[in-house]
């Protein structure tokens, strides 16, 4: 079994946004912004190889986007990313057999797109491979509310529900491939029905907190975006789940900061949250 960041293309977002009531005189000694008031964003899925399938835990915001969007959001090139990242560790689109998705906010699932081409409709990649979507989470994406509206894709959304392969799952379902386990810890601080994935591997446990907890400065309790729905049922879950990590010496995968993708945590008394220790820029795990 291995396990593998793929990063996908950078971008950016509105650092205020990001950072929700925290003051930027806080928040821009952990994130610098740009003249626009952008911070730099990663977007990093996770590969799993195992004997039987090959995974892919997010799809990140790829290069569907038109170029007049893909420079408002800084996309970083109009090349998809993550494709390249995955050829890097041997593994075409056409071999991937199951996508898992912790929600459908473009940043998140843009990835199952093919690269924007002027004249051309997007395209669904992955052909071969199943994908998976918490129902809540599918439920809000197809009828979001006004206030989240533009956080989702509907041509996305359609060729997801056309190609046959989709499968929507609760919280409670496990998935078991060999040498690699996981389940689900829903939040729905920031989006309803949000999945992170909790991977349980030879020796080891990785959370994939996805926006839950976006990156390092996120890992501060009373830290969180403006783009939460509830931000304080947001702090109690990543309070849960972080005393959870801590306290079984776990990793966790961070999927937009742009310079560490995986840390254990330790719990800071002085200050009453907790800090990432030991912290990684890429992730590769074999056994």
Not at 106 to 127: I, T
Not at 174 to 195: A, I, K, N, V, Y
């Amino acid at each position: 079994m291995e396990l593998y960041s793929v990063p996908g293309n950078l971008y950016k977002l509105d650092g205020g946004a990001m950072f929700g009531n925290a003051p930027k005189a806080l928040w821009e000694r952990w994130m610098p912004a740009d003249g626009q008031n952008r911070i730099r964003m990663a977007t990093r899925p996770l590969l799993a190889k195992t004997k039987e399938a090959v995974i892919l835990f997010e799809a990140g915001i790829g290069a569907y986007l038109e170029p007049k969007l893909a420079e408002r959001f800084g996309v970083d090139a109009p090349e998809h990313t993550l494709l390249k990242s995955l050829a890097s560790r041997g593994v075409t689109q056409e071999q991937v057999t199951h996508v898992f998705l912790t929600h459908l906010h473009f940043d998140h699932a843009g990835g199952l797109l093919s690269a924007w081409q002027a004249g051309a409709q997007p395209e669904l990649l992955f052909p071969n491979a199943q994908y998976y979507v918490g129902e809540t989470a599918w439920e809000r994406a197809t009828h979001p509310h006004v206030r989240d509206r533009a956080s989702f894709i509907p041509e996305l959304n359609a060729l997801l529900a056309a190609s046959g392969r989709l499968t929507r799952i609760q919280a409670r379902d496990t998935f078991s491939f060999d040498g690699l386990e996981f389940g689900f810890f829903q939040s729905d601080g920031h989006t309803p029905g949000l999945l992170c994935f909790d991977l349980h591997y030879a020796g080891g446990r990785l959370v994939y907190v996805s926006d839950l907890v976006p990156g390092r400065p996120w890992v501060h309790l009373p830290i969180s975006m403006g783009y939460d729905r509830y931000p304080e049922l947001l702090i109690d879950e990543k309070g849960r789940l972080l005393e959870q990590v801590d306290k079984e010496h776990a990793w966790i995968y961070y999927v937009h900061d742009p310079e560490i993708a995986l840390s254990r945590l330790a719990y800071d008394k002085e200050h009453k949250t907790f800090k990432p220790v030991e912290a990684q820029a890429e992730l590769s795990f074999q056994a």
